[in-house]
Every structure is written in structure tokens, then in C-alpha cells.
């Protein structure tokens, strides 16, 4: 898996890509309390938070999203 951040004007992109066997659209319909593994929500979130996204599946599977930075978000600190 290989992760790219660029900082293209006032633009932030990730790229996040795997050589994995490609992507199927798959309906958010589990329970919380199913036996199946947890997983699934990163696309929602990314949809819900991103400018714009999307996913190319020709060589595995990149999903890319961009959001537009700010210049007030850049000077708050990152607290873990």
C-alpha cells in the first residue's frame, strides 16, 4: 500500500492505493452489532469531508480525495 499527500496551491490531495484485487461498490446495510468484521466507513467519511474524491481500479485499486486548505487550518496545532 503506498499513501501520497500533495500540497498543490490551495489544494490538499491524498492518494491512498493497494495492488490488491480492485474495488466493488458494497452497500452500508450491517448491523453494529454484526459477527462480521468492522470495516466499510472510510469512503462515507471521505464522501462527507472531502471537496471531491474518487477511485481508479486499473492497477489495483487508488482511492484520491482533495479538500481545500485553508490558510486558519494550517496555523491550528495538532493535538493527539
Known amino acids: 500500500m503506498t ?3 500533495e500540497r498543490p496551491h490551495d489544494t490538499i490531495r491524498v492518494e491512498v ?3 490488491g484485487r480492485g474495488w466493488t ?3 452500508r446495510s450491517r448491523e453494529l452489532d454484526s459477527d462480521e468484521p468492522p470495516g466499510g466507513w472510510g469512503l462515507m467519511l ?3 469531508l472531502a471537496d471531491r474524491w474518487g477511485i481508479d481500479s486499473e492497477q489495483g485499486t487508488c482511492v484520491w480525495f482533495e479538500m481545500t486548505a485553508s490558510t486558519e487550518a494550517a496555523a491550528v496545532p495538532l493535538v493527539a
Do not use: A, N, Q, Y
Open 46 to 48: 471521505v464522501g462527507e
Open 3 to 5: 499513501v501520497s499527500v
Open 17 to 19: 492505493c493497494d495492488r
Open 25 to 27: 461498490k458494497r452497500t
